[in-house]
């Protein structure tokens, strides 16, 4: 967690500003420390200097008294805190300092050192047009033992002048300043940063706003946005991370869109070319047998084997059984064809079931009869569905036969309707051996045969199932086989018409 914010944009924006104002403050006072005791210097200057023209200025106005001359010293010297002493020819002193004083006898002694020396040997500098002449300059007292600024100079009156000011107060002044800058110049580096860190917040928390909303994107989350209310470059930023975000999702959709439809289309031609395959492996296995045999019986035909009529007779009924069972194979692998690529449309109409069983078995008497088994249907009413009428009577066929062909000599064959709510279920049980278990599941497979001595023996290829498996996929309806105690049950289910104001074409 350390790490992370260590490298956070919130934390470096921090650092660079503490870093700048450090630079700053800290510069700052090292020019002020270089300077202001220059600067302090010549405002001393300026203000002893404006106190001499001052002083000046009193002492040249006639028809003051001595008592009126010291009232404006005391107030010139109270303004600027200097110490004052004047001294005119007739030995009179004017003053601020106590006579008592080191003082007073150090600024006496300096106004003394004045007597006899004009402008030209005095080495100051001129004050102006006036007569009057000043030097300022750094004095150190040894009897005091203080460092001071003094000014000694002539009025125009001829009374000799020295101003002081304590160097040791100039130099705490300076020091002064300078540790308050310092002082003021820390405490603005803690605020500025302090400020800075927490308003840096709402700065980069729109920022982190955005590298969450990248990140979701990267994983292709494109539900998340980054909420932009300001007009600024980060704003501007959000509303760009926005759109891309948009644009991104209809792009990567339309592809998804293409994708899953190129991977149906080489799905479906993958099953469309195993399909083939299949159906060239299974058809060629089934045609062998037959073939084989319409050739050798053709074969002996020709050669005159026998040239008993009967036997004559025998030889060509099975080239016809043969190239019956041939045609009636290619004919439902047509229509499981058409059911399976979904060529053959559904039909949906409205037809009575019991109508459409009842003719179905009427058909299959000479079949019940040959296989000696008894068909047991105990309806008469009518019972409407939804469905295709001619898939529905080739379902109900296929189900129908294989039950009269397993059902043992002598044996029965059920055939049971549940009606539930709006869905009708048709089962048709036949006596006999049951299914094995493991392979009631494959016996939808196109020329899966359970029995294949059995199914040879009456002509079954192994795809009515499967036919019935496709007719009730389209239909979107159950069907099924099960084992019971005595035989087998296979049903099938429709929607009831009832329920529904279907017109007469579904």
């Excluded at 020295?162 to 308050?180: D, H, M, Q």
């Excluded at 799905?267 to 296995?285: A, C, G, N, P, Y």
């Excluded at 043992?408 to 299914?435: A, D, H, S, T, W």
Aim: net charge negative; proline share 2%; glycine share 6%.
């Amino acid at each position: 967690m350390v790490r992370r914010f260590k490298h956070s944009l919130r934390f470096k924006l921090t650092m660079l500003l503490m870093v700048m104002m450090t630079l700053t403050v800290f510069g700052s006072i090292g020019i002020t420390y270089l300077s202001i005791r220059s600067y302090y210097l010549e405002e001393l200057k300026y203000r002893m200097t404006n106190m001499y023209q001052d002083i000046n200025m009193v002492f040249s106005t006639n028809g003051l008294s001595n008592q009126e001359v010291i009232e404006h010293l005391s107030k010139l010297a109270a303004k600027g805190e200097i110490n004052v002493l004047v001294l005119r020819d007739d030995g009179t002193v004017f003053s601020n300092i106590n006579e008592k004083s080191k003082m007073w006898d150090s600024m006496q002694a300096i106004a003394n050192l004045l007597k006899g020396k004009d402008e030209d040997n005095f080495g100051g500098w001129f004050s102006g047009e006036s007569k009057g002449y000043y030097i300022f300059h750094q004095n150190f007292d040894e009897e005091m033992n203080s460092a001071f600024y003094d000014l000694v100079g002539v009025l125009d009156d001829g009374s000799l002048i020295a101003l002081r000011s304590s160097a040791t107060r100039f130099n705490e002044s300076v020091s002064t300043t300078i540790r308050l800058y310092s002082y003021v110049g820390a405490l603005a580096i803690i605020v500025g940063c302090l400020a800075m860190f927490f308003v840096s917040r709402s700065y980069v928390k729109p920022i982190y706003e955005m590298a969450f909303v990248a990140k979701k994107m990267s994983q292709l989350d494109f539900d998340v946005r980054v909420d932009t209310r300001s007009k600024d470059e980060i704003g501007e930023l959000g509303k760009s991370i926005n759109l891309m975000s948009r644009e991104l999702e209809a792009t990567i959709s339309e592809l998804k869109t293409a994708n899953a439809e190129l991977t149906k289309d080489i799905e479906e031609k993958t099953q469309i070319d195993e399909m083939r395959k299949e159906f060239l492996s299974h058809v060629s296995h089934e045609l062998k047998t037959p073939i084989a045999l319409i050739q050798g019986y053709a074969e002996g035909l020709k050669e005159n084997i026998s040239d008993d009529p009967e036997s004559r007779d025998f030889y060509c009924e099975v080239i016809m059984d043969e190239a019956d069972k041939m045609n009636t194979m290619v004919k439902k692998l047509l229509a499981l064809n058409e059911l399976e690529f979904g060529t053959n449309k559904v039909n949906f109409e409205r037809f009575d079931i019991v109508e459409l069983m009842k003719n179905i078995n009427t058909s299959s008497d000479i079949l019940l009869q040959q296989n000696k088994v008894y068909l047991h249907f105990p309806y008469e009413e009518p019972l409407y569905v939804w469905g295709d009428e001619f898939m529905i009577e080739e379902v109900y066929t296929n189900y129908l036969t294989n039950a009269i062909h397993y059902a043992p000599e002598e044996g029965n064959v059920f055939i049971n309707l549940e009606e539930k709510e709006n869905i009708l279920r048709i089962n048709v049980f036949n006596e006999g051996n049951p299914i094995p278990k493991e392979e009631l599941d494959k016996i939808w497979i196109k020329f899966y045969k359970v029995d294949k001595a059995r199914t040879r023996e009456y002509g079954g290829s192994g795809i009515g199932l499967s036919i019935v498996a496709a007719t009730m996929k389209l239909h979107g309806r159950d069907f099924g086989a099960y084992n019971k105690e005595n035989g087998v049950v296979f049903y099938f289910e429709l929607e009831t018409a009832k329920c529904y104001n279907h017109d007469e074409n579904g």
